[in-house]
């Protein structure tokens, strides 16, 4: 083994305190944190430039991003147990469809002959969405996702079991194709469908597919820029976009609305900071609202949490809690959200143009601004 002197020593250590050195050191290793943060950049920009496909689009054309047409099944006025029945009644039509290929014969020996049951009327319509097969991360709400179609279910059981939302003004938040709006239409005063500009090419192209009572308003608003949204328009506003902004009457019946609704609109941290800090605003204000939110848990394998984790979820959690936890907080105390983990297997799925999976979940949300313990 080599050994080193003690004037080599000295050398090294003048070489090492040396302060060209040392500024020659602090570059080089302030010119690799540059590049470490560029290429971080990239990453992220290039995952927000990869396409996504929503699993409800499966059968759409191959190779092709859209504008794309697609047609949703609902119930227009069905009663638990007809929708029951006329489910019992397709199975029974079904098996009868399985047995049309085997030959009967009565006691003679002839040939009994299968008849087909007439048609039954349908109490169904068909809505008619535009929307991208493919997109953007930024520009998913061009898509029609699972959890928006499990919120239908959801809205429609409302419905057709109660008369709750009958003439109530309602929002939704990060509205994308409009589906759900749209469907509240037919019993809501009011229906405001928000979400950011991007997302409008969808909402633009909507079939209303039931005879509409609600005046339906179709405005932009931004997260990022909270509540309430400008009534003003700049020199930087376009024609187009102009239509979409509001009014101040429009915000404070806004502000009056006793339901919101959202749908996979939990994917991004930073976005979700900028909705709850919307809610904050928006649901302390005017009258009480509760809030239901439909989220998918997508699981991918984080090389941060060394772990399969739900992109997303714990984050959203992290603003909830439960009611009892948040009345117990005493007074002066922060406001908080109460969120419950809404029981889908209540839920009878009326929509049949997708699966209900077990990783879709719906949370009803409200906003206690003051937490008394009196």
């Known amino acids: 083994m080599e050994r080193i002197s003690e004037e080599e020593e000295e050398e090294e250590e003048e070489k090492v305190l040396n302060p060209t050195t040392i500024k020659s050191t602090l570059k080089r290793r302030e010119r690799d944190c540059m590049e470490e943060e560029e290429e971080d950049e990239d990453e ?43 489910q019992e009644s397709e199975i029974d039509d079904d098996d009868d469809a399985k047995g049309e290929g085997v030959i009967s014969l009565d006691e003679d020996g002839d040939l009994l002959l299968t008849r087909r049951k007439p048609n039954k009327p349908s109490n169904n319509c068909r809505m008619t969405i535009q929307h991208n097969i493919t997109s953007t991360i930024p520009s998913v709400g061009l898509q029609v996702w699972r959890a928006e179609l499990a919120l239908a279910d959801f809205v429609l059981h409302g419905i057709f079991t109660s008369n709750k939302y009958d003439g109530i003004t309602a929002l939704e938040l990060g509205a994308g194709t409009g589906l759900l709006g749209i469907l509240l239409a037919s019993v809501a005063k009011t ?131 439960d009611e009892e936890e948040c009345r117990q907080l005493g007074n002066g105390s922060l406001p908080c959200f109460v969120g419950k983990n809404i029981d889908l297997t209540d839920i009878p799925q009326y929509v049949r143009e997708y699966d209900r999976e077990t990783n879709i979940e719906i949370w009803q949300i409200k906003y206690l601004p003051s937490v008394s313990t009196s």
């Open 44 to 86: 992220d920009e290039d995952e927000d430039e990869d396409e996504v496909m929503s699993e409800v689009h499966l059968g759409c054309p191959p190779n092709f991003s859209g504008p794309h047409l697609s047609y949703f099944t609902f119930p227009t006025s069905l009663t638990l147990q007809q929708q029951q029945q006329q």
């Open 191 to 321: 229906v405001f469908l928000t979400a950011n500009y991007v997302s409008f090419a969808s909402l633009i192209h909507f079939d209303r597919p039931f005879n509409h009572q609600a005046s339906v308003y179709v405005r932009e608003l931004d997260w990022i820029k909270s509540w309430p949204p400008s009534v003003s328009a700049d020199i930087l506003t376009s024609q187009e976009r102009y239509k979409y902004l509001w009014n101040p009457s429009e915000v404070e019946e806004a502000e009056n609305a006793s339901l919101l609704l959202a749908a996979d609109v939990i994917y991004s941290d930073d976005l979700t900071d900028a909705l709850f800090n919307t809610l904050r605003i928006l649901m302390s204000r005017g009258s009480t609202k509760v809030l239901y939110l439909a989220l998918e848990k997508r699981y991918n394998f984080s090389l941060h949490d060394l772990d399969i984790v739900a992109n997303g979820y714990s984050h959203f959690q992290s603003y909830l809690q």
